[in-house]
């Protein structure tokens, strides 16, 4: 059984930091592609960022470019979001997904997390 567990959403400071985590089990996590989507109310779902498992390439939102990085440690099955200088515009729930499908087709993130709430506030 496939399982996704975030952790590292809070509540920060318009500029701050916050480094989010995604815990993988169930699979191995070398053979899917990887990242991240954000909920927000009232708002479409985005795909924030995401790895690719055969090429490793990666791809960010135009939203998030320069401020976030994704990296994965597959020996440990993890997936990180590190999200640096926030903005208001970047508080919402964000989902860890994975997928077998590469990053950008129609219909990638099939198996997700519960999501953590991030809240850039001041």
């Known amino acids: 059984q496939i399982q996704l567990v975030e952790s590292g959403g809070g509540l920060v400071e318009p500029g701050g930091t916050l480094r989010l985590s995604c815990s993988v089990s169930g699979v191995i996590l070398d053979n899917y592609a990887a990242g991240w989507f954000r909920q927000a109310p009232g708002k479409e779902r985005e795909v924030v960022s995401c790895?690719?498992?055969?090429?490793?390439?990666?791809s960010y939102a135009d939203s998030v470019k320069g401020r976030f990085t994704i990296s994965r440690d597959n020996a440990k099955n993890t997936v990180y979001l590190q999200m640096n200088k926030l903005k208001f515009d970047d508080t919402a729930v964000y989902y860890c997904a994975i997928d077998f499908l590469d990053c950008g087709i129609i219909g990638w993130g099939r198996n997700r997390g519960q999501g953590t709430q991030v809240t850039v506030s001041s």
């Open positions: 790895a690719n498992s055969r090429d490793r390439r990666t």
